[in-house]
């Protein structure tokens, strides 16, 4: 078996990091450093050794070599906290890294504790070697600009932002998952199942009760600022719910955002209105009956959009004359001929809206009207709460049911062997047994073949998840990028946009829709990765990122 990628790698560190909520460089700085001892699959591990129940095969792999370095590194801190340790010893905050203190002592080695089952034994290095390979990789991650790496502000920015976000909990998936990770994370437990469990949620009959659940989030998410040490693992947590609310790809592009005074992470932000927005405008044309508050409501919205003054305005633009609906006000059959032609246009306009909606706040206002108007709301409100309900409908609602929204309207397999491997892909082949999407177009007609089955695993992965795309949107994928090594010069911060050379990705586009058209569609349900491009207007990118990522550039 081939050795993983420098990406392969990385991936693995970031994910463990995460589940311990421990900072990232030390894992590769202990593989740096150490590089010992040699593992089955032939990789080399991070100096980590069996201890009390851990048997030998739970760490000769590189990945359990990187699992249990990460939880023997939560369960030290946890010995040193316990032993008195305050938060300034654990972290540098002007340099935005532990200090050389916890680095000396991480250093030292470090035998658990008999009772501590889920910890192994790390064995001991030299400061003057850990402390470089350390900076290197925080380097890696945030680029030279040491302003990046002071971390003195952020402190106030992520309480600020935990006590704003606790009024606007919508409730919706994602932002549930968010608030259950931080309890997570917080509360150094590693599945978010264990999370929901440390709440104490009832159950009724075997099914976790929503409502208590999140009364319990927002309970939570209250006691936050009182509750803050400074402790690493209670930054992380809430470094890791910025990033998962506000649907940013990377801990290093929320520090980035916080850092800036015109922060584009927002607690309030409309966006997230527009799939369902787009999914409400698209049953329209069928439900749409020529009564009288529906042409109001529609000739108001077009009102709005087009950024008339007056009704009587938007009706001479949808092709009627004022004077002729005067002249003709007791004539019923010319009323209804106008009104015909009124719904025509309207209709019309309609059907275009997907295509040209450019997301500005004069449009996204009219079509909120629109809702407000047609469901027969009080207030704004009231409608945007109703579309908040629709995006978690939508998110939720299987694929052909009739709550789910319509497809974006426009517009022989060779066999596979019972395993791929690198030594077997046919180019024509179907990476998925029935399935659409070859080899050929996850490997750029062969120009990059996977080196590794680590590789081929993920190309599949993504394989699965993109027919599902497909399906959603109900029209085929053209993949302009798959799987490609990544340039040897690109420092890792370079690449976080990108998980092409770890093969999980794919960047494509549909013939007869725009980028945002897709956006749309895939937004409320895919629990991954999801981007989209202002200079390249009819591409999408996807990655089987196993949190929720959004972004745009």
């Known amino acids: 078996m081939a050795q993983l990628s420098p990406d392969q790698r990385n991936a693995l560190y970031l994910s463990e990091a995460v589940r311990s909520g421990i900072h990232k460089p030390i894992l590769a700085a202990l593989y740096a450093v150490h590089n010992q001892p040699t593992l089955s699959d032939r990789e080399t591990g991070l100096g980590i050794s069996p201890a009390n129940r851990i048997a030998v095969h739970q760490v000769d792999t590189f990945p359990g070599q990187v699992h249990y370095a990460a939880s023997t590194i939560r369960s030290l801190i946890n010995s040193l ?31 658990p504790h008999a009772s501590d089952l889920a910890a192994a034994r790390l064995e001991s290095c030299t400061l003057f070697e850990l402390l470089p390979a350390y900076l290197s990789d925080i380097e890696n991650d945030l680029g030279a600009d040491p302003l990046k790496a002071d971390l003195s502000e952020l402190e106030p920015a992520l309480l600020s932002f935990v006590e704003r976000i606790a009024p606007t909990y919508s409730r919706l998936g994602f932002q549930q998952a968010a608030l259950i990770e931080t309890v997570r994370l917080w509360r150094k437990l590693d599945t978010q199942a264990a999370a929901i469990e440390n709440l104490k949620i009832p159950m009724n009959e075997g099914v976790i009760d929503q409502d208590a659940l999140d009364q319990a989030l927002i309970r939570f998410l209250r006691s936050l600022p009182d509750a803050y040490g400074g402790y690493p693992h209670q930054r992380e947590a809430l470094l890791r719910l910025v990033q998962l609310w506000c649907q940013q790809d ?17 607690e309030v932000n409309l966006t997230i209105l527009d799939p369902a927005l787009i999914a409400f405008i698209q049953r329209l044309p069928q439900a749409y009956k020529g009564q009288g508050p529906q042409r109001f409501a529609l000739t108001e919205a077009y009102r709005m959009w087009c950024e008339l003054d007056t009704r009587t305005s938007a009706l001479e633009t949808l092709g009627v004359d004022p004077e002729f609906l005067t002249a003709n006000a ?10 015909t032609q009124v719904d025509k246009a309207l209709l019309s306009f309609l059907r275009r809206l997907p295509g040209v909606y450019e997301e500005t706040d004069n449009q996204r206002q009219a079509l909120i009207y629109l809702v407000q108007l047609w469901r027969e709301y009080d207030n704004r409100i009231v409608a945007i709460q109703s579309l908040l309900d629709d995006l978690k409908q939508i998110g939720q609602a299987p694929r052909h049911s009739p709550e789910a929204p319509r497809p974006p309207l426009p517009y022989l397999r060779p066999s596979r062997p019972e395993r791929w491997t690198p030594s077997n892909l046919q180019l024509d082949a179907a990476i998925v047994d029935e399935g659409s999407l070859t080899w050929a177009e996850a490997t750029q007609g062969g120009v990059y073949l996977p080196p590794n089955q680590t590789t081929i695993d993920a190309i599949i992965r993504i394989a699965r998840l993109a027919e599902a ?6 029209r085929p994928l053209h993949i302009t990028r798959w799987y490609h090594p990544a340039h040897p010069n690109l420092p890792m911060h370079g690449r976080r946009y990108y998980r092409h050379p770890l093969g999980d990705a794919i960047t494509f586009y549909c013939y007869g829709l725009t980028g945002n058209q897709i956006y749309w569609a895939l937004d409320p349900w895919w629990s991954g990765e999801l981007g989209r491009y202002h200079q390249f207007p009819k591409l999408i990118y996807v990655s089987a990122q196993d949190y929720r990522i959004r972004w745009e550039k």
Not at 81 to 109: C, E, N, P
Request: charged fraction near 30%.
């Open 81 to 111: 906290t316990a032993k008195g340790w305050s938060s300034r010893d654990f972290w540098d905050m002007k340099q935005g890294r532990y200090s050389d203190r916890f680095l000396q002592t991480v250093a030292d080695g470090y035998i």
């Open 250 to 266: 990377s801990r290093e592009s929320v520090i980035e955002a916080l850092q800036q005074s015109d922060s584009p992470l927002s």
């Open 330 to 339: 007791d004539n019923p059959e010319a009323l209804v001929n106008t009104a």
């Open 469 to 474: 795309v497909r399906d959603r949107l109900g």
